[in-house]
């Protein structure tokens, strides 16, 4: 479709991509629409009561709860982590990294009872590697 796509030729096919689970930026892109103009004409489909952009608006409002897509701005903790484990999962190296750092800092912060002994033991051979490489 392209940078010159019209909002009559991509309507269609952006409400359909965001039923089937894609954020409005990645069906924007599917769609080969500018994400800014896009994300224009939703904010006049949901600010304006009469213009040609409210049934989208609310199409693609209406998709996003059905689908259960997050909203492209401001994700919370819970939302943040979701995404990446979906996208670990899905085999992204990095998001498996994050996964895994998180999963540490949940680790060392609530310690089972022989984790702890073995975080314990860490700590101890942490220091006698940092004393031997100081005298060294």
Known sequence: MGQGATFEEVQAPLVAAVV????????????????????????????????????????IDAARERSGAIEETDLSEQELEAVAWRAARAGSV?????????????????????????????EIALRRLTNQRQSA
């Open 94 to 122: 990095l998001a498996m990294r994050l996964c895994w750092e998180l999963l540490q800092r949940r680790r060392v912060a609530n310690p089972s009872a022989e984790e702890q002994i073995f975080l314990e033991l860490d």
């Open 20 to 59: 089937n689970g894609a954020t409005v930026a990645e069906a924007a892109v599917t769609v080969g629409a500018p994400y800014r103009t896009v994300k224009r004409w939703l904010a006049r489909g949901r600010s304006e009561s009469d213009s040609r952009y409210v049934g989208f608006a609310a199409a």
